[in-house]
Every structure is written in C-alpha cells, then in structure tokens.
C-alpha cells in the first residue's frame, strides 16, 4: 500500500468516543484502518503486543498486522485459535494466557484481539486476568463484532452452566473497525450481523430504525452507509454504556431480543450450521414485538413492520425457520429459565411499547410466556 493510501482511511474515518474517564477510549470506523493499525496502536504508548486471532482470519490479516506494528516499532507474537464458539473456554483462556506471558507482555503493552466476537471476548477476558490487568485493542473483523461486542468492555467465557458466565469488565484502548474486511464476508455473517444493527434503532432510536429500512442494501453493498451503520451502532451502544458500565441499568436494553434468541440457540446446541447468534437474535426480535402486541402494550403494526423488514434483508422472524426445529414450548421455557432466572414464578424481558421504546419488564408470569409461545407454534399462523 501506498503511503496515499494508507493516509486515506485516516481522512475518512469516523471517530466514536467512549468517555469512560480514565477508561475512555476511541472508536475508529471506516475503510482500510487495519493499514493504519500500527501508527494507532503504536501511538498509545506499548512496546509489545501479543496479537489473539482465530485460524480463520489469521491466515489473512494476522502478518500483515503484525508487520504494520513492528514497523511502528512494537514486538509482536501472535496466538491462533480454532474458530467456533467452542473457543471461548477455560482451555482456550489457559492457552491464550500462557501465551501473552511466554511472548513477555507487561502491563504497559497490549493484548490485541484480531477477529469476531469469539477472538474479542476470550483475548479481552485473558488481558483482564493477566498481570492483573493489561491493556488490550480491538479489531473486530465480522459486521456483529464492529457493531456489539467489541464495544462496551463485556469479556468472558462461556461455562457448561451457559454462555458467558465467566468473566470480567475490561474496556479496550482502542476499537479500529475496518469496514472494507466486511467485503469478504458470506453473506449469511452479514445478515446476522446486521440483526444487532437494527436492534439500536428498536431500543430506542425509531429515526434509525426509519434510516435501516431505507439504507439497507447500501450496508450491505459496502458503500459509504456501511461506514454510517457501524458508527452509529457504535454510538448508540457507548450512549448506553456510559450511562451503566456493569449492567446495573439500561445496559439490560440492549438485551432486546436475547432472551428468546439464547434460548433457541442453547436448544440448538450452538451449533451455526442451524442457527447462528444474530438469527437467533432477529427472531428474538420479531418475537419481542409480537410478545409485547400480544401483551397490549404496542400496536400490531409496529410487530409486522419489524417482521417486514427483518425478513426484506433474508432474516429468519419465525420458530418454524429454525433448522431441525426447535423442540416444544416447555423446552424453550427451560432454556429461557437458565437465561433469565425465574423468580416467584416471573421471567425478565425486554419489551416494547412500539419501535424505539423498549423497556426493562421484570414481571412477566410464565404462563403469559407460554401461552405466547404455543400461539408461536400453531400451525395456522403463516
């Protein structure tokens, strides 16, 4: 690349801020930034870095990156995992963590998480524990990563008692989402990315939302709404976790959706030939809106707008598009229970009162849940 290339990205960028006092931080999005990555990086100060990738996206952009940090003068080491969310283990931790040590990372350095959410929860939780807490950057390499989980500070594994359940808060020095690595993506990452996008428009933005239904093929082509989309994810989610850190709060919003799509994907054992999170995700939504219609809380309309346009960009909306089905209402209760725990008999939802006004609904009896869900599965709803 040529050295007018490599200062375009930085020209076009669109800078989100995180102002999290002494754990602010900056969220870069645009074309080309991982060509920029070592002059960022280098510029927060490290010596070293131990670059955390997946053996998917490593082979691409792992000694390129690497490359572009020695050059700015950083050591570097890089650890590849297997891909798949059989990852993030307590194995995989151990491995990562023994790594970052062996390659000699201090607390001054960085750990640097290359790839999806997979790669930036489990790099993110080892630079918690290391040393007790080192520094660590994010470069999100799928449409969900840029938009949801590399923003926000959430690190972890997941345990044989449920996904995420081990783990820490951690926020990163730095975010690069690089846009143009989405052009490689199948289009099915894209879609299922492109679940959570919508998502901050429903929570709480309906102009965004109005933006999604008219945009949406430019995301997905790759043009400058691509660019818009991210950033504005991204603010949406910083808005949010300025407001609550540790999930004390609101950040229980941007849970819009989960609990029905966690729990289709606990009954599908994770496994992504059948469903993959931002799928389980979409139904959650159209699910959340169709809950809270069936609840009198929001029009009809708004649930089949939401519907309409998940569907327009190829996502699923329905239990019956799950691959190899989805078991029966009480499997999908016992599912949704480990998520969310019952208590006195109530399950805590995310609901809406129409497109862009959601709420926290901590009192939702079981049996209003499964009297949803069997209406769900009737054979004559199309």
């Known amino acids: 690349m040529n050295g007018a290339a490599a200062r375009m990205p930085e020209a076009s960028a669109i800078t989100v801020p995180v102002p999290l006092g002494d754990r602010a931080y900056d969220i870069h999005v645009g074309r080309g930034l991982l060509g ?88 993110g939780f080892a630079a918690a524990v290391v040393r007790r807490g080192v520094r660590f950057v994010q470069i999100p390499t799928t449409l969900l990563s ?33 846009t143009g690595l989405l052009d490689s993506l199948p289009l099915r990452e894209m879609r299922a990315g492109y679940a959570e996008v919508v998502k901050y428009g ?4 309906p102009a965004f939302f109005d933006w999604c239904e008219k945009n949406w093929r430019g995301v997905f082509a790759g043009g400058p709404e691509r660019d818009e989309a991210v950033a504005q994810s991204c603010r949406s989610k910083a808005a949010v976790v300025v407001r609550d850190e540790r999930e004390d709060g609101d950040r229980a919003l941007l849970n819009l959706g989960h609990t029905f799509g966690h729990a289709l994907e606990r009954i599908t054992r994770y496994d992504s030939a059948r469903l993959v999170h931002g799928e389980g995700v979409a139904i959650g939504l159209a699910q959340a809106f169709r809950f809270s ?54 399950l805590t939802f995310i609901l809406v009162r129409g497109i862009g006004q959601s709420f926290i609904a ?3 009896p079981v049996d209003r849940v499964r009297a949803f869900l069997q209406d769900e599965i009737t054979p004559s709803r199309p």
Not at 60 to 69: E, K, P, R
Not at 202 to 205: A, E
């Open 293 to 346: 219609a069936a609840l009198g809380l929001c029009d009809e309309a708004d649930a089949r707008r939401v519907e309409a346009h998940l569907a327009a960009v190829g996502l699923p909306t329905r239990l019956s598009q799950v691959p190899g089905g989805y078991g029966t209402v009480d499997d999908i209760l016992e599912a949704m229970a480990q998520d969310k725990k019952v208590k006195g008999g109530a």
């Open 36 to 123: 920029e990555a070592g002059r960022r990086i280098a510029a927060l100060g490290a010596r070293a870095a131990a670059i955390v990738t997946d053996e998917n996206v490593g082979p691409l952009y792992a000694a390129a990156l690497a490359a572009s940090l020695e050059q700015n003068g950083l050591r570097t080491a890089t650890i590849a995992l297997p891909p798949g969310e059989a990852t993030k283990s307590y194995a995989s931790l151990e491995r990562v963590c023994d790594a970052v040590l062996a390659a000699k990372i201090e607390r001054g350095d960085l750990v640097v998480a290359l790839g999806g959410g997979v790669v930036g929860d489990l790099a």
């Open 202 to 205: 429903l929570i709480d933005d």
């Open 146 to 178: 840029q938009v949801d989980s590399s923003v926000g500070g959430k690190t972890g594994i997941n345990s044989r008692h449920g996904k995420n359940l081990v783990g820490a808060f951690h926020q990163p020095s730095l975010v690069l989402a690089d």
């Open 362 to 364: 901590r009192d939702v």
